[in-house]
């Protein structure tokens, strides 16, 4: 007996393509049941679920191995806008709010000014 194929394909999980484990084909070659042992056909049997067991562990440790790549990555991500770019935007977005404020501030001086020299144009001319 051995393992002839193992047919698997890939499922999608958080957006990482995934092994997952469709079937397992053995090869057994054949006996005779009255020269071989009363065990025996049992022994294959559970063989087969032990290698199943194996091929099942192997796909696990890949899917950890897989998806565990995939937290670091979307750990660096977080950890990239939280810590840098964030406070970046945000430092920026005050520089315009400061730099809006101050434009503000000069365009209602401004209107002040020309106000009060037409105040005092008008007081000239009376």
């Known amino acids: 007996?051995?393992?002839?194929?193992?047919?698997?394909?890939?499922?999608?999980?958080?957006?990482?393509?995934?092994?997952?484990?469709?079937?397992?084909?053995?090869?057994?070659?054949?006996?005779?049941?009255?020269?071989?042992?009363?065990?025996?056909?049992?022994?294959?049997?559970?063989?087969?679920?032990?290698?199943?067991?194996?091929?099942?562990?192997?796909?696990?440790?890949?899917?950890?191995l897989l998806l565990e790549y995939a937290r670091k990555k979307t750990t660096q991500k977080v950890n990239l806008f939280e810590k840098v770019q964030i406070p970046g935007y945000e430092d920026a977005i005050r520089m315009i709010k400061r730099f809006m404020e101050d434009e503000e501030n000069l365009s209602k001086s401004s209107q002040k000014i020309v106000k009060s020299r037409q105040q005092q144009m008008k007081e000239v001319e009376l």
């Open 1 to 64: 007996m051995g393992v002839e194929d193992v047919k698997m394909s890939v499922k999608k999980v958080a957006g990482v393509g995934i092994p997952v484990l469709d079937e397992v084909v053995y090869s057994t070659k054949p006996f005779s049941l009255f020269n071989s042992p009363k065990w025996f056909a049992d022994g294959l049997t559970l063989l087969k679920e032990l290698a199943q067991v194996g091929i099942e562990k192997e796909f696990s440790a890949q899917k950890l």
